[in-house]
């Protein structure tokens, strides 16, 4: 993408547009991996909303929201 990312409320930004390839293949933005210290070989997770579309999230964020959820929901059954 030419220019920079615009930054948005809360933390988010626009970072560009991307295209798929033929193998459905996407490259995420040099500036959204700089962003987030994404680096080659790290998982992302794959949410998909019909309404809304479809977000990628680093794979250990959501595990660490995941227990966090898990935790909480404990302490509130004993």
């Known amino acids: 993408m030419a220019g920079k990312m615009i930054e948005g409320p809360d933390g988010r930004y626009i970072v560009g547009t991307v295209k798929i ?5 996407i ?3 040099k500036d959204a991996r ?3 210290g994404l680096e080659a070989g790290d998982t992302l997770l794959v949410l998909v909303d019909k309404a809304q579309g479809i977000a ?3 794979n ?3 595990q660490r929201f ?5 935790a ?3 302490d509130t059954e004993e």
């Not at 390839?21 to 293949?25: A, D, P, T, W, Y």
């Not at 995941?66 to 898990?70: I, K, N």
């Open 21 to 25: 390839g033929e193998k459905g293949q």
């Open 27 to 29: 490259v995420i933005p």
């Open 34 to 36: 700089d962003l987030l």
């Open 56 to 58: 990628l999230v680093d």
């Open 60 to 62: 250990e964020r959501f």
């Open 66 to 70: 995941a227990r966090g959820v898990l």
């Open 72 to 74: 909480v929901q404990q």
